[in-house]
């Protein structure tokens, strides 16, 4: 990686990690984002590193964990926090919230809360770039427990089957809800189940940026050149609990497994590469500071922007209503 795309992956990250401290913010303070917010802090550079490896035209499909994924694909963080909030100036127009951001912009397709959901989609985005002649690729982030589900199965088959040009990122952040990987999985490698639909797996270390860079990269070449799907299992550790409600709730596992899992931050460890590498601290200072400016105006922009009127209840959706409201 370059030094000016570790820049960027810096910068990408912390706005990620930023974005996500202020949601958790107005959460705790009960200021506007209804119900709860999954955080993906920690998994910062497998989001990054992925991201960073394709185009802008590439397609990008997250799931209920994904308010980083359309920042690390390059959407403007103002539409995705006024998401949250649900107002009519949110990417969604305020009607999806924190588990459904869609970026059209950016190539992010869209989440769900779904578990697993998010895969064939993937793998139809993918047969449409054949399809319509273009060499897009597509790329299915999804965790760890989406590996056990049907639709994780059903889509590397077809995917493989067709050959089309889809990547498959699974964040194996060890934990599906409270339950443990260990006591649910029968085999301890997500990448060996590539094998099992002749697709190339790779396991990589999800804390290093430029590795899952690296990784990525080489899947992403195959599938644009033709050479079919690739399944990459980023290793990763989520800080917070499996929704935020407010304080940290560590029930399922122990703070030292956490504490040890934090001596190997994304963030600070970029930071130390970058460092070994002859950045200096105050360009390191400047992008943690205009990563908190562009924050601060994304809340701002969020909290001054009005909420859909029942007007607008039934516009921008699939299908016209069948019945007009009732009130
Ligand atoms: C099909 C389906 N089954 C169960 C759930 C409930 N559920 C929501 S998130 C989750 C755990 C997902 O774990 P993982 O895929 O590892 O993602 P992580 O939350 O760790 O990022 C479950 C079981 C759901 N939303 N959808
Ligand atoms: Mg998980």
Not at 125 to 138: F, H, L
Request: aromatic content about 6%; proline content about 4%.
């Amino acid at each position: 990686m370059k030094r000016d795309r570790e820049l960027d992956a810096l910068r990408r990250m912390l706005l990620i990690r930023r974005f996500e401290e202020a949601a958790m913010d107005i959460v705790r303070k009960g200021q506007g984002i209804a119900g709860s917010v999954h955080i993906c802090i920690g998994q910062e550079a497998a989001i990054v590193g992925s991201c960073l490896a394709l185009r802008d035209d590439d397609f990008m499909v997250g799931y209920h964990r994904s308010h980083g994924h359309p920042i690390a694909k390059g959407a403007e963080l103002g539409p995705l926090m006024a998401e949250l909030m649900g107002r009519r100036t949110g990417v969604c127009r305020g009607k999806g919230g924190s588990m459904h951001l869609a970026d059209f912009r950016v190539g992010s397709l869209g989440e769900t809360a779904i578990v697993g959901a998010g895969i064939p989609q993937a793998v139809g985005a993918a047969y449409g770039a054949r399809v319509r002649g273009t060499d897009q690729v597509a790329l299915a982030f999804f965790g760890d427990g989406a590996a056990n589900i049907g639709s994780f199965h059903e889509g590397l088959n077809l995917a493989s089957a067709w050959g089309v040009g889809a990547v498959f990122v699974c964040e194996n952040n060890l934990y599906a809800m409270s339950t443990a990987l260990a006591d649910t999985m029968a085999c301890d490698s997500i990448a060996a189940r590539a094998a099992a639909y002749r697709m190339p797996g790779m396991a990589v270390d999800g804390q290093d940026v430029v590795a899952v860079f690296d990784a990525v990269s080489e899947a992403v070449g195959r599938a644009r050149g033709g050479g079919g799907p690739t399944l990459v299992e980023a290793r990763t550790y989520r800080y917070r609990d499996h929704a935020e409600y407010g304080n940290l709730d560590l029930g399922h596992r122990a703070i030292e497994e956490l504490e040890q899992w934090r001596t190997r931050d994304p963030v600070d460890l970029l930071r130390c590469r970058l460092r070994a590498e002859g950045a200096a601290d105050r360009e390191l200072a400047e992008i943690e500071e205009s990563v908190a400016h562009e924050v601060r105006g994304a809340v701002r922009f969020a909290k001054q922007s009005p909420v859909p009127g029942p007007g607008e209840l039934f516009e921008d959706l699939w299908a016209s209503p069948p019945l007009e409201p009732t009130r």
